[in-house]
């Protein structure tokens, strides 16, 4: 069973002209490859907001995660810094992709290269209430490496 696509308004800015809209590689692909927009070489230990050439408008309720490329991250070293990025509903700026290169060579980034993907999800949102003192648990305050390797 697949769920129905939701539809997300998507504009084109002048310089993502002739550029191909994030879409899915596969017919069973979770995420649409974005290209970037712009050239550039990312250094080693650099990192850059890339240019897609488009903004969106998601429908409330839900937003879209930006993720990195494994191909890109196993191969050379490139992740999205902040992943998953957030795009928010009401964000109406050009979306971005915070690339770092994180390998130990100069990495090219050409217009029309896929730098990254998107993936749509729901939001759920929360209220927090305030309390005195919290219900006890048998984890309590253990964490970060508390139940062992
Ligand atoms: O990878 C990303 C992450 C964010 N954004 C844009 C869309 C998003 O809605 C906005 C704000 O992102 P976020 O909330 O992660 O950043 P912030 O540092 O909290 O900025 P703000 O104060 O504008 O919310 O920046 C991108 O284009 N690409
Ligand atoms: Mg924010």
Request: charged residues 15%.
């Amino acid at each position: 069973m697949t769920a129905t696509p939701i539809r997300i308004a998507i504009q084109r800015l002048a310089h993502g002209e002739g550029l191909p809209l994030p879409g899915y590689a596969t017919q069973g692909a979770a995420g649409m490859d974005v290209v970037a927009a712009e050239s550039l070489e990312l250094a080693p230990g650099a990192r850059h907001a890339v240019a897609t050439g488009f903004a969106m408008a998601i429908p409330a309720g839900y937003e879209v995660q930006v993720r990195p490329r494994s191909g890109l991250a196993l191969k050379h070293g490139i992740t999205c810094l902040n992943t998953p990025g957030t795009i928010d509903s009401d964000y109406r700026g050009e979306v971005k992709v915070i690339l770092a290169n994180l390998g130990d060579t100069p990495f090219p980034i050409g217009r029309g290269d896929r730098i990254a993907q998107l993936v749509p999800a729901p939001v759920q949102k929360a209220g927090f209430v305030e309390v005195d003192s919290l219900d006890e648990t048998a984890r309590g305050s253990g964490g970060f490496g508390s139940t062992g390797q």
